[in-house]
């Protein structure tokens, strides 16, 4: 018996303490967004080196009388953890597909890979950025005027407090004129114009006397005056609108301005004793203040303001590898490319993306506490084994001397 009867049992509890911080580090993080489960798995030495005693001796082997177990760890990335919801509009969770994770930047071109989605913003030198819980800054594709860039960068936040109202230049209205009994009928439409934040805009008709069917058309309007191309509406016999389909209020605001809208009356009839409007549509808004900034289920960082306006800002990118698995764990949460990851490519984040949501932890605590009692088992076997060596080898040592 020699030293070497004590390596399989050393190697054991070397091999076992380090399962056992593996466990310890898989529960420390059960509450750790994006965090994904690591485990230690185990490989014999038996053989693990030749050996060669000398060209003169002659002798030599595939294999050297190497015991004991050595160790490695893996990340089970490709297990999704479950989706909490957080109502935080900069949070945001990838589900259903475990090859997608947010791209960061350590802000000196270093691309990195999570799955925690806990963003916050982060102001520098005046601009704000989108960035993850550790500071990385978030990578997303700028909104343009034609949709998206394509050009990876980093997530910068620009969204004015208030964006000013939008000028109206068309407009349709689907309401009746009376048919009978009534001489006068007004109908109101909201405008806006880049120097007036709304004012009403009224139709007035008023029949014509000695003619069916045909009404005097006028404008009245808040703040200016307006006048039509055409001043007579006439409708046919079926209550529909004969001429003219289309009526163009050219407007004089009161501060020297002036603006003018296309009005569709297509649709309006002259039936009955009813002034009904139906609908009114116009294609300006008024001015609006900025209300949330939050991610859609699209991926899309966007401004909402109150008057239901949405300015989107941009796009995550979301990455996928060949191999993911071969991802080398920078952290609990992020992740490095390499050489074994195989190609990169971008993830259209329909379809995968929860907004105002995080991913949990991707640990069993179950299995955790069942890992921990058979490694804490097999830890106290292989001490109990270097005990025996050690009080067989003492008594070796009193029978030579």
């Given at each position: 018996?020699?030293?070497?009867?004590?390596?399989?049992?050393?190697?054991?509890?070397?091999?076992?303490?380090?399962a056992q911080q593996t466990v310890a580090e898989n529960i420390a993080n059960m509450n750790t967004t994006g965090y994904k489960q690591n485990e230690t798995l185990f490989y014999t030495l038996l053989g693990s080196e030749g050996v060669n005693a000398g060209a003169q001796s002659g002798l030599h082997s595939s294999r050297v009388d190497i015991t004991g177990v050595n160790y490695y760890d893996r990340t089970n990335i490709g297990i999704e953890g479950n989706v909490q919801s957080t109502g935080n509009g900069f949070d945001v969770a990838i589900s259903g597909n475990s090859n997608a994770f947010f791209t960061l930047d350590d802000g000196y071109g270093n691309l990195y890979y999570t799955r925690a989605g806990d963003f916050s913003r982060l102001t520098q030198n005046g601009v704000t950025y989108l960035v993850?819980?550790?500071?990385?800054?978030?990578?997303?594709?700028?909104?343009?005027?034609?949709?998206?860039?394509?050009?990876l960068s980093d997530i910068v936040i620009e969204a004015p407090e208030t964006i000013p109202q939008k000028e109206t230049t068309e407009a349709s209205i689907i309401a009746n004129v009376p048919a009978k009994d009534v001489d006068r009928s007004v109908y109101s439409i909201r405008i806006y114009s880049e120097n007036y934040d709304g004012a009403n805009l009224n139709m007035i008709l008023e029949k014509i006397d000695g003619r069916d069917n045909s009404w005097n058309l006028s404008f009245?309007?808040?703040?200016?005056?307006?006048?039509?191309?055409?001043?007579?509406?006439?409708?046919?016999?079926?209550?529909?609108?004969?001429?003219?389909?289309?009526?163009?209020?050219?407007?004089?605001w009161n501060d020297g301005s002036s603006s003018s809208v296309n009005i569709d009356i297509?649709?309006?009839?002259?039936?009955?004793?009813?002034?009904?409007?139906?609908?009114?549509?116009?294609?300006?808004?008024?001015?609006?203040?900025?209300?949330?900034?939050?991610?859609?289920?699209?991926?899309?960082?966007?401004?909402?303001?109150?008057?239901?306006?949405?300015?989107?800002?941009?796009?995550?990118?979301?990455?996928?590898?060949?191999?993911?698995?071969?991802?080398?764990?920078?952290?609990?949460?992020?992740?490095?490319?390499?050489?074994?990851?195989?190609?990169?490519?971008?993830?259209e984040p329909e379809g995968i993306i929860t907004p105002q949501s995080i991913e949990a932890a991707a640990v069993n605590l179950e299995e955790e506490f069942s890992q921990m009692i058979v490694v804490q088992r097999a830890y106290s076997l292989n001490a109990q084994s270097f005990t025996v060596n050690n009080e067989m080898l003492s008594v070796l040592v009193d029978l030579v001397s």
């Open positions: 018996m020699t030293i070497a009867s004590f390596i399989p049992s050393v190697t054991g509890m070397e091999a076992m303490s380090h993850s819980s550790g500071g990385l800054y978030v990578q997303g594709f700028a909104a343009t005027e034609d949709g998206f860039s394509q050009t009245e309007l808040e703040d200016g005056t307006a006048v039509g191309d055409s001043n007579e509406i006439i409708f046919n016999t079926d209550g529909t609108v004969k001429t003219p389909q289309n009526i163009t209020a050219s407007i004089a297509s649709a309006m009839t002259q039936y009955g004793e009813s002034s009904q409007i139906t609908q009114i549509q116009q294609n300006g808004f008024p001015s609006g203040n900025l209300t949330s900034l939050g991610f859609d289920d699209d991926g899309v960082l966007r401004a909402q303001y109150s008057n239901g306006s949405d300015v989107d800002i941009a796009k995550l990118a979301i990455t996928g590898f060949t191999a993911p698995e071969n991802l080398l764990p920078y952290n609990n949460t992020m992740f490095e490319a390499n050489g074994e990851t195989g190609e990169s490519y971008y993830v």
